[in-house]
């Protein structure tokens, strides 16, 4: 999390079907509404200005040689692009659109529409920023050519540029999006030889290729994984984390030549992962990929998860973000979460009064230890680190769900619930007066 004024804030005008949304990006962050009322959209949002840095570090790599000829359009021209890729084609976007992601303080990109095109505002210190990089950029490489080394151009250049365009945007965290329809990895899974990877959302594809990094990590089954990693704390961390994952799928997933199965653990009976339940296969993917991005990074990360919900029973769905939480408090990470159900919502208010009483009785051991019997020592959401906003359709409105005591709005979370008791009591009095 970014405290104080350093606090990372994104606000969203006439974005697609988000009409005004404002939001400080915390540690733990909970979207939830109808569909179509804007939820994927900021996700979106969020994630491209968190992928700006990466983009430009991406192409300026890619151009190193070229730099002062390609500075600028990389600073103006890629951005647009990388918009395009996410949102769509220009001409479908709103006229009155307007954006602005503060990273720091007095630190910002804004971005509106002017003549069919965007117009890309940076913040004063970013222009002076640019203006160093690109020095710096040519001195490294001028260093690099005469220097003759052995050691790659790109480690020098992350350790060095790359690094510099993290720390000056604070920025370090890697970010991963997991979108909804995970299921669908089955069947492509099935096609991989036939699939156009041109024609895969760009959102989905980045998705699609981390699921094939990690896939030979699970050969052996993911125990034998587990049991091969060199680094102790890394090991503790993912032992604990696929026994959660085993308890849900009733077995061990192992993947043999791109086609991944779980064997049973009562029967050895190996079961195709196309041929289990549609909320298997959400949990399958959501929770291995989690698995995965531990294993793959040794920084904090920030993840967008749709929908954890997708084809579970309530029950799992409690269980689900259990799983989520423990892994950002374990990880040290943070998490964006959209939902349309008022079970995750509840769920994660069980976790926030945890984390409320754990910052009470911070200095009360014997406290800590009853509060973690309940709910599991990494079940917990720090009361000062949670956003949650109920996204509504109709006059696309939102509200912040965060009342004065640190807790979410009860009476906000289930409004469906309200009217459906309504039409019964109708019914019911309906049929009393008949009867009377």
């Known amino acids: 999390m970014i405290n104080g004024d350093n606090m990372q804030k994104i606000i969203i005008k006439n974005l697609l ?14 979207i939830i509404g109808e569909q179509s009322s804007g939820k994927s959209t900021i ?27 390609r500075i600028k359009e990389i600073y103006y021209n890629i951005i647009k692009d990388f ?17 602005k992601y503060v990273y720091k303080y007095n630190t910002y990109i804004e971005i509106t529409k002017k003549n069919n095109n965007l117009d890309i505002n940076y913040s004063e210190n970013i222009i002076i920023f640019f203006n160093k990089l690109e020095i710096d950029i040519k001195r490294l490489f001028g260093e690099y050519l005469n220097v003759n080394s052995v050691v790659r151009f790109e480690d020098i250049f992350e350790r060095g540029i790359g690094k510099e365009i993290n720390d000056f945007f604070e920025n370090e965290l890697i970010t991963y999006y997991i979108p909804a329809s995970r299921s669908s990895i ?32 699970f050969k052996d ?54 041929k289990i339940s549609s909320g298997q296969q959400e949990i399958l993917w959501l929770l291995n990929v989690l698995l995965g991005i531990i294993w793959l990074n040794k920084k904090n990360i920030f993840v967008i998860i749709e929908e954890p919900e997708a084809h579970l029973y309530p029950n799992m769905q409690k269980e689900i973000i259990d799983f989520i939480v423990n892994f950002m408090n374990i990880t040290n990470s943070n998490i964006l979460i959209t939902t349309h159900s008022p079970y995750i919502l509840t769920s994660a208010n069980n976790l926030l009064y945890a984390g409320k009483l754990k910052e009470n009785y911070k200095n009360n051991k014997e406290k800590i230890e ?67």
Do not use: H, W
Not at 186 to 212: C, H, K, M
Not at 239 to 249: A, F, L, S
């Open 17 to 30: 079907v988000v009409k005004d949304f404002e939001m400080e990006i915390n540690r733990f962050n909970l």
């Open 43 to 69: 996700s979106k949002a969020i994630f491209f200005f968190k992928e700006i840095n990466t983009q430009i570090r991406f192409y300026i790599f890619a151009y190193k040689n070229k730099i002062q000829y």
């Open 83 to 99: 918009f395009i890729s996410i949102f769509g084609k220009l001409e479908n976007i709103d006229n009155d659109l307007y954006l």
């Open 186 to 217: 089955a069947l492509l899974n099935n096609q991989r030889t036939r699939l156009d990877y041109n024609t895969i959302d760009f959102i989905f594809y980045p998705f699609l290729t981390l699921v094939e990094k990690i896939e030979f990590l």
């Open 221 to 274: 089954g993911v125990r034998n994984f587990v049991k091969n990693v060199n680094d102790d704390d890394k090991k503790i961390i993912l032992n604990e984390m696929n026994k959660k994952i085993e308890k849900y799928m009733g077995g061990q997933y192992f993947c043999d030549d791109k086609f991944g199965y779980i064997k049973l653990d009562n029967t050895n009976k190996k079961i195709p992962v196309d």
């Open 370 to 436: 009853k509060i973690n019997n309940i709910v599991g020592e990494y079940s917990y959401i720090n009361p000062n680190e949670i956003n949650a906003f109920k996204l509504y359709l109709n006059d696309f409105r939102y509200t912040n769900l965060i009342n004065e005591e640190n807790e979410i709005n009860c009476e906000e979370i289930d409004d469906i619930s309200n009217t459906i008791n309504e039409t019964y009591t109708k019914l019911f009095d309906m049929e009393l007066n008949n009867e009377q």
